[in-house]
């Protein structure tokens, strides 16, 4: 009878999330962190620009890609608008590369852009009280981006990723997760 309890507890450990222990190392040893780009895009990392409505986020979007595709070395950068015709984020894209001095060049070998109206960027969908995550989606995202050898992914806006309800954290979560699972699976920032 002991011998059967001792085994259901070894049972019980062997499927028990476990604590592994600390070892101090020489912090010359660690992996540094892959900053893109200004602290805020790390590549496998998924980052946010949070604000108001109308409080110029898409226009800070734009000019952080336009420096990251610019730099040198230059990054791949994708912009992907969810919610502006192809037209209009032409338009934004070109005025900023134009305010900035960016060689048209340097845009057309490492800028790509996208917007939802041609083609849906949904994650994750709400079907009655299920959640589904749109796996085909997520997994050509993922196959694109390491095709064209993207190294800065950034959406906007997020809230157009997903048809879940936004003040709940759990959905949200899980939206969150597929942006985090492009991020390490494609070796690049998602933002």
């Known amino acids: ?3 059967a309890r001792e085994k ?6 062997s499927n028990a999330i476990t604590a592994t222990p600390f070892v ?3 912090p010359s040893t660690l992996p540094r962190r892959d900053n ?10 998924v980052s946010s620009t949070v604000g108001g409505g109308g409080g110029g986020k898409s226009s800070i979007e734009v000019a952080d890609m336009l420096g990251m595709v610019s730099a040198n070395p230059p990054l791949r950068g994708w912009y992907f608008n969810l919610e502006d015709p192809i037209d209009e984020i032409k338009r934004r894209v070109t005025a900023a590369a134009m305010h900035h ?11 790509f852009v996208d917007s939802g109206r041609d083609q849906s960027l949904v994650v994750v969908t709400q079907q009655g009280r299920e959640t589904k995550i749109v796996e085909p989606v ?12 993207i190294d800065v ?25 597929q942006f985090t699972r492009v991020a390490n699976e494609a070796n690049a920032s998602v933002e």
Do not use: C, W
Not at 36 to 45: E, K, P, Q, S
Not at 139 to 149: C, P, V, W
């Open 1 to 3: 009878m002991e011998n």
């Open 8 to 13: 259901r507890k070894e049972q019980k450990r």
């Open 24 to 26: 101090f190392q020489d």
């Open 36 to 45: 893109l780009y200004g602290g805020h895009f790390i590549r496998r990392y």
């Open 101 to 111: 001095g960016v060689d048209p060049e340097v845009l057309n070998a490492n800028l």
């Open 138 to 149: 997520v997994k050509a995202l993922i196959a694109e981006m390491k095709y064209k050898g």
């Open 153 to 177: 992914l950034i959406v906007d806006p997020f809230v157009s990723t997903h048809e879940v309800e936004e003040n709940d954290n759990n959905k949200i979560q899980q939206v969150a997760n």
